[in-house]
């Protein structure tokens, strides 16, 4: 008899599932690179909407493209009427990346190409979530405050539209350039989880929208993109609790000694430090002192100190920090509150989605599967050979 030789890999870490031209990370050497080129060079010369172009379309866009590009995202940026009324009814204490994911379902009812399966199509649809979802994120927030959404400037850029539409003041230029970097560093991350999730969904044959919700709701946890917003917390607890950085080195002891994950720190890919971590640490240096705000830098450092002395000892030299160690520094720095900083990942990671659901949907069917169903080892009752017998309610003692 045929005998199927079953391998289990408990979280599919090492597993390969799909051929992807999109980005690709080598762990042990820092490097992360989209389409060919690397992280550091895009987070120096590119922008947040020409880097998403490049995901999307595989190659840097010319002069008129990149042109094309922008103004077809700057048309898409206003959100249609219903989902702003829409959004005055729901509960003012809902969690923005709640609503973001509950948004894009509707978001996507509206789209007039949600039933062509077109590679072209696709792209018209992602560049209008690319477009919305940072205007869902402000109008949220100014709703939940009490105040009426903002229309969008056409003459900002892409990140200093979005903190205009937050903030309700035009921010300096600086400030919307660091956002930026932020959106280009945050963009695409081959297959982690939430981009699994993406892809799982439309290998289904689902369309784009049912993709990108899937998405936001595997990027809300904190081991994922809720890690950012779990960083400011902690830093916050830090601050409340210690006087000094001894206090803060003891927390920080206390902390990992009794098992405790510092959030910010550790990767299933990087064994060593996350190369979009070092360009935020200096971004947030940068910020600090211009701002004068230089506690938040300073107490992240003790801890990121402390807690590589204190892991080392027990042996595990491998976890450093990610993208979302410095990341909520910067934000709240730029007034970007708590609880929008996952659905700030969201608003660029947007691109990354879009860029793998058009590449699971249309690549070449041998570089994918037709449909991802893994398996599990079944663990609970068989009740012998034959299964358990079923009794009625009323025979059951
Ligand atoms: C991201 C993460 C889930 C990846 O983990 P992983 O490589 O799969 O490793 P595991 O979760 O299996 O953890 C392996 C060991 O390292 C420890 N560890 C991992 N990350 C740690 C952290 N941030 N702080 C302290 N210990 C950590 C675990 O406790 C575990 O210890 P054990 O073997 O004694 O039980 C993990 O590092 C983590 O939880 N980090 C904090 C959350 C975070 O920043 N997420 C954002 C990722 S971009």
Same mark, same amino acid.
């Given at each position: 008899?045929?005998?199927?030789?079953?391998?289990?890999?408990?979280?599919?870490?090492?597993v390969?599932?799909?051929?992807?031209?999109?980005?690709?990370?080598? *762990?042990?050497q820092g490097?992360?690179?989209?389409?060919?080129?690397r992280?550091? /060079?895009?987070a120096?010369?590119s922008?947040?909407?020409?880097?998403?172009?490049?995901?999307?379309?595989?190659?840097?866009?010319?002069?008129?493209?990149?042109?094309?590009?922008?103004?077809?995202?700057?048309?898409?940026r206003?959100?249609?009427d219903?989902?702003?009324?829409?959004?005055?009814?729901?509960?003012?204490?809902?969690? +923005?990346m709640?609503?973001l994911?509950?948004?894009?379902?509707?978001?996507?009812?509206?789209?007039? %190409?949600?039933?062509?399966?077109?590679?072209?199509?696709?792209?018209?649809?992602a560049?209008?979530?690319?477009a919305?979802?940072?205007?869902?994120?402000?109008a949220?927030?100014?709703?939940?405050n009490?105040? %009426?959404?903002? +229309?969008?400037? #056409?003459?900002?850029?892409?990140?200093?539209?979005?903190?205009?539409?937050l903030?309700g003041?035009?921010?300096d230029?600086? #400030?919307?350039?660091d956002?930026d970097?932020?959106?280009?560093l945050?963009?695409?991350?081959?297959?982690?989880?939430?981009?699994?999730?993406?892809? /799982?969904?439309? $290998?289904?044959?689902?369309?784009?929208?049912a993709?990108?919700?899937?998405?936001?709701?595997?990027?809300?946890?904190?081991?994922?993109?809720g890690?950012?917003?779990?960083?400011m917390d902690?830093?916050?607890?830090?601050l409340?609790?210690?006087?000094?950085?001894?206090e803060?080195?003891?927390?920080?002891r206390?902390?990992?000694? $009794?098992?405790?994950?510092?959030?910010?720190?550790?990767?299933?890919v990087?064994?060593?430090?996350?190369?979009? $971590?070092?360009?935020?640490?200096?971004? $947030?240096?940068?910020?600090?002192?211009?701002?004068?705000?230089?506690?938040?830098? %300073?107490?992240?450092? =003790?801890?990121e100190?402390?807690? =590589?002395?204190?892991? /080392?000892?027990?042996?595990?030299?491998?976890?450093?920090?990610?993208?979302?160690?410095?990341?909520?520094?910067?934000?709240s720095?730029?007034?970007?509150?708590? #609880?929008l900083m996952?659905p700030?990942f969201?608003?660029?990671?947007?691109?990354?989605w879009?860029?793998?659901?058009? /590449?699971?949907?249309?690549?070449?069917?041998?570089?994918?599967?037709?449909?991802?169903?893994?398996?599990?080892?079944?663990? *609970?009752?068989?009740?012998?050979?034959?299964?358990?017998?079923?009794?009625?309610?009323?025979?059951?003692?």
């Open positions: 008899m045929e005998q199927t030789v079953r391998v289990k890999n408990i979280g599919l870490r090492g390969t599932v799909a051929d992807t031209k999109i980005s690709y990370i080598d *762990g042990e490097i992360l690179i989209y389409r060919g080129f992280i550091e /060079e895009l120096q010369m922008t947040f909407l020409e880097t998403a172009y490049l995901l999307l379309e595989g190659t840097l866009p010319d002069k008129e493209q990149l042109r094309t590009f922008n103004d077809r995202v700057v048309r898409e206003r959100l249609p219903f989902l702003l009324q829409t959004l005055k009814g729901w509960p003012k204490n809902a969690h +923005p709640d609503v994911q509950a948004s894009v379902p509707l978001l996507g009812m509206a789209d007039p %190409d949600l039933s062509l399966n077109t590679r072209e199509a696709n792209v018209r649809m560049v209008r979530l690319i919305r979802l940072p205007a869902v994120v402000a949220w927030h100014r709703i939940r009490g105040l %009426d959404p903002l +229309p969008p400037d #056409d003459g900002l850029s892409h990140a200093a539209n979005f903190l205009w539409q903030l003041k035009k921010p230029e600086e #400030d919307a350039r956002l970097v932020c959106l280009i945050h963009a695409d991350h081959t297959f982690n989880a939430s981009t699994f999730a993406c892809r /799982e969904v439309v $290998s289904t044959r689902a369309h784009l929208y993709g990108v919700a899937a998405g936001i709701g595997a990027l809300s946890g904190a081991l994922h993109g890690a950012n917003a779990r960083v902690m830093l916050f607890d830090v409340s609790k210690t006087q000094s950085p001894e803060v080195r003891n927390w920080v206390q902390k990992v000694r $009794s098992g405790e994950r510092i959030m910010g720190m550790g990767h299933a990087y064994k060593t430090v996350d190369p979009r $971590s070092k360009i935020l640490k200096a971004m $947030s240096r940068k910020m600090g002192e211009k701002l004068g705000r230089s506690r938040l830098y %300073d107490t992240l450092i =003790l801890i100190d402390e807690a =590589l002395k204190e892991l /080392e000892k027990k042996g595990k030299t491998n976890i450093k920090t990610n993208v979302d160690y410095f990341s909520g520094s910067v934000y720095m730029m007034g970007i509150p708590v #609880d996952t700030v969201a608003i660029s990671r947007v691109s990354g879009c860029s793998h659901i058009i /590449e699971e949907k249309f690549a070449e069917a041998q570089d994918k599967p037709a449909l991802y169903r893994p398996e599990a080892e079944y663990v *609970g009752d068989y009740c012998g050979s034959i299964g358990c017998e079923y009794r009625p309610v009323e025979a059951r003692s």
